[in-house]
Every structure is written in C-alpha cells, then in structure tokens.
C-alpha cells in the first residue's frame, strides 16, 4: 500500500500521504482532479487541511487513542471520517452550525457514556486532554478513531461523508484506499484493545471494513434495534449503530444504550 503513508507528530496526531500517481493511471488521474476540482470547493476548511504537492494529497489525522488505562473494559468508537473543521479544530466532533455544541457530546452526556463537555475556543486543548488523560466520568475507557482519515465537506449532499469519499475516488482506488485504512485501523486496534474488549462502529463502510469474508455487513435495521454484532479477531466484540445523524433520535439513544448495557456484561 505504498500509495498512502501517515506517520506519527506527536501524542495523537498524524500526518497522512496518498500518492495518487501510484493510485491512477493519467488518463485516470485527470479526471480525479477534475472532480477535487468541484470537491475542494464544496467546503472552505478543506484549503486549510489539505494540502497538494504535485499528485499527492498531505494532510493531518487526530487519532485519540488513550495511552492510559485503568479497570475499566476499552471500547474503541469508530466512525466513518473527519469533517474538515473538526480536523482543523484537532478535536472529535469539534461543533456544529453556528458553534454550537456538537450533538454527539450532548448525547453522550445524557446516555452516561461519556461526561464531558466541549467549550469550544481556548477549552479545546483542555478538552482533549481531559479525553486522553481518562479524566470523565464513564464506565469505559473510550478510544476514538475514523475508518478513512480523508475528510470531506460536513454538509455538502453530493460530497459530505464516506460517500463523497466513493464519489471523489472511485470505486477502484476507493477499495484500495480502504484496504490500506483497514491496516492502520487493526494495527490501532491492536495497540490499543489487544484481545479484550469492544468496537462500536458509527458508520456502515467502519463496520464492514472489519468484518471477515462470511460475516453479514451492515444492516441499518437490526442497528437500530441494537442488534447488529460480529466478533472481530475471534475475541473483540464488533457492534455496528445508526450513523451520527441520527443522535437526536430516541431510536438512536435506545440503540445506542442496548449496545453499551450488552458490552458491560461481556
């Protein structure tokens, strides 16, 4: 996967390469510019996080992966990928329209996963250490960590999410980009779980992209019941939930809640 290269900066930051000579073909890579082209001003923050140099793509990655731990089990969050000013923010979730709170912390209040709330401004770095430094109440120590480390436009509906990833890649390098995320994400998961504990996927193509060749992929239905499970690596419990949009939901919540209450019993 010699194409896409991240290396570590510091404590959680990275800093991520796709070389798209060695990812295209010429004539394939004009038309992946020409689509960056429309992509790149779908959202003013990608100017600030991503950077070109000649036909490769350079840009950061936050990966907030405690080094500490304590009695409590590990659960790693695992979501699609990063909006743009959330990267530049360096922070999960960093805020909504307007600067509002993101929802998810809302949520993650109320359902007593994780007690932690985001000021925003000069509180970020105090609220990422806090994260890091296991300093909130919760009955998990909580790792965060995107499947695809690219970002895209948080609300354009051609580009946003992992689908404007597929859209601006295409299907060919877009599966090879995914199997080169998939090892960075196992070898994380490696360091940070070992062989005990659990992955909650926020995001259909984070769920799949762990499962082994006979399992059954994402099902929107049975995560909204809270019923959607594999096991990774034989001894990693692996369950998938509605994606973020769907926080404010009271099926979300009671999703979200059955998982957790079935992971403290594992």
Known sequence: MDFFRYKNISREQFICEIDLSRLYQKDELKDF????????????????????KQDKLVYSHKSWIPKLSDRRPKVLFLFGNPAPHSVLADIYFAYEGGGREHRFWK?????????????????????KSNFLNLKYGSPFVVGMEVFFTFPSPASDPKWSGVMGLQRLFGKKAF?????????????????FIGQKGSIIA???????????KNDRPYDLKRALQGKLFANYANTILLAGV???RWMYTSRFKKALNRVTTLLLKE
């Open 33 to 52: 510019w020409n689509r960056y082209h429309e992509f790149f001003k779908a959202d003013l923050f990608l100017a600030k996080v991503i950077k070109r």
């Open 107 to 127: 949520v993650m209040r109320e359902l007593g996963i994780i007690n932690l709330s985001s000021g925003g401004g000069n509180s970020d770095n105090l609220f």
């Open 175 to 191: 599966d090879q980009l995914a199997g080169a995320e998939r090892q960075r994400v196992q070898k994380i998961i490696r360091q």
């Open 202 to 212: 926020f995001q259909k193509d984070a769920y799949n992209g762990l499962l082994e």
């Open 242 to 244: 509605p994606p973020t």
